[in-house]
């Protein structure tokens, strides 16, 4: 494994960043939306105003829609992601610009949020960056779904063929890397179960930014695993759907004056 801090600077991580717009239709369809619980804990009492950057297809952008009363931007870089969740959530101002460069007016925010995405951008420049786009005081709130290991042995069969040879596996970092405008991070973790059934799990999988990347005889070949492992693990065999355990890990943190 790199230097986590470095990440971002690699080749293998611009591909990977840049590739989800090639498998939106299985990202849209199969990855999961944020627990009403976690979304709830992301956003200050006080905020009205709501950058969601990185926003991808809108899955968290619909959780801070659904709490009702704030004014939600997605932020967006890749245009396919960013027409699908135009397409899903045709009330919220979409725009294209980056975590490093929102295109945003200053002191516009009260929080920034990030599903499942602050581990592809550069931590130094975007929280200078988010540092800008938050009023004084503004929160900055991280999320990610990650699936639970050691609930169900066969959720732990699948955690490992989609997490094989990843050199980018962010899954079990611990606190968020960030610059010394934001901290110091609180954190919660919100343990839920997903209905999943065995073409939405091979969606799931094919979705991953490791999947995407791989050539196309890699990804067949690991996408027949996760099949096999439906017909074969005694958990799953005879089985139309199963619960897949997750973890959905809440971080937060004001800017520092």
Known sequence: MTDPSQDWRSELHRVRSSSFGRGVEAYAAARPTYPAEAVAWLVPPDARDVVDVGAGTGKLTAGLVALGGLRVTAVEPDDVMRAALSAALAGVDARRG???DTGLPDACADVVTVGQAWHWFDPVAASAEVARVLRPGGSLSLVWNVVAEGVTSWADAYFEIVH?????????????????????????????TRTITAPALRALAASRSHLIAMSPAERDALLAEVDALWTTHPDLVGRTAAELPYVTRCWRATTLS
């Open 98 to 100: 980056t975590a490093e």
């Open 164 to 192: 094989r040879g990843d050199t980018l596996d962010y899954s079990r970092r611990e606190a968020p890397l960030a610059g010394p405008q934001i901290g110091p991070w609180q954190r919660t973790d919100v343990v839920w």
